[in-house]
């Protein structure tokens, strides 16, 4: 396996690498499911989260990780710091490593962010998502969720159906799911789907409803709705009637079709209620195990005997 000290991005990974990741996330979940959450892995180590985006999930999920594994963990509040004084990016980040920070976990609103910062610092970097770029971890704890549920992807039949073209999220699936060997298929709008993402091997529908029979799992993105103000789809109720996840949609699966969302969700709109809560909802799920998946990324970076993100 390769050295790395940073998660960039699921494209640069080889099948082998992400499954050990996944691998290695299993014991931390049972850590999590023990009455003390709690581990001296990481005693001394020092993380800290830079988020220039607004996040609850993510953000929260890369504290309570590192507080597990036992690194002290420190949230920059970004609006309270002096990036309001005009301090840039790379100058926050030295700062930070000036005080012996072994690793940042960086959100922020431009692609390549996170790699910009790795190229320039000592610390390790973790892309908590960029821009339009790839969020690494929310498309790892995906991949553990289906695989606890279905066990080998290769030929499992997932659709992402959405705002694609916006969506870090679908990226970084994309470049997992095709790895480990899934059939995948891109649904939405027209306006909402680029045709460049067909050279990944992944299949382009502008018809949800004709792609859903024998599908093993769909995932819905979260729609922004200042998408509808550009003009990218005529409304929300049209949006919902063609790509709206609900029960009798998802009878045409013809299975019990695991249904996934990396949240927060437009209850109505991109999923019904009684579906997102239902036996077939994964959502929780993946909340829990994006615990269990940044422990693994940060084990890994930071303390394991081994060494395989980038």
Do not use: C
Request: hydrophobic share 45%; charged share 20%.
């Amino acid at each position: 396996m390769r050295m790395f000290k940073d998660l960039l991005g699921l494209e640069g990974l080889s099948p082998d690498e992400i499954r050990h990741i996944l691998q290695t996330a299993k014991p931390m979940k049972e850590v999590l499911l023990r009455p003390v959450k709690k581990l001296p892995t990481l005693r001394g180590k020092a993380v800290y989260t830079l988020f220039y985006e607004a996040s609850t999930r993510t953000k929260t999920s890369f504290e309570m990780a590192a507080k597990v594994l036992g690194a002290d963990a420190v949230n920059i509040g970004v609006s309270q710091s002096s990036v309001n004084k005009g301090e840039s990016l790379l100058d926050t980040a030295k700062t930070l490593q000036a005080m012996q920070t072994d690793l940042i976990i960086i959100r922020h609103a431009a692609s390549g962010a996170a790699g910009f910062l790795a190229r320039h610092l000592e610390a390790g970097v973790i892309n908590a998502g960029d821009g339009q770029h790839e969020h690494p971890t929310q498309a790892l704890l995906d991949l553990f969720t289906m695989q606890e549920k279905l066990g080998d992807l290769r030929g499992k039949k997932v659709i992402i159906v959405g705002d694609v073209l916006h969506s870090r999220v679908a990226r970084s699936n994309v470049w997992g799911l095709t790895k480990l060997g899934a059939e995948v298929v891109l649904a939405g709008p027209p306006t909402l789907l680029p045709p460049e993402l067909s050279v990944l091997g992944v299949k382009l529908s502008y018809d949800l409803d004709r792609e859903l029979p024998g599908a093993d799992v769909v995932m819905a993105l979260r729609l922004q709705l200042e998408r509808q103000q550009a003009g990218l789809f005529p409304s929300l109720r049209e949006y919902s009637r063609s790509y709206g996840l609900d029960r009798a949609r998802l009878r045409a699966t013809g299975k019990e079709t695991l249904i996934l969302h990396p949240g927060p969700m437009n209850r109505g709109v991109e999923i019904a209620s009684d579906l997102a809560d239902g036996p077939q909802g994964m959502v929780e799920e993946q909340v829990t195990n994006g615990v269990a998946v940044r422990m693994a990324v940060i084990y890994l970076l930071m303390g394991g005997t081994t060494n395989v993100v980038a």
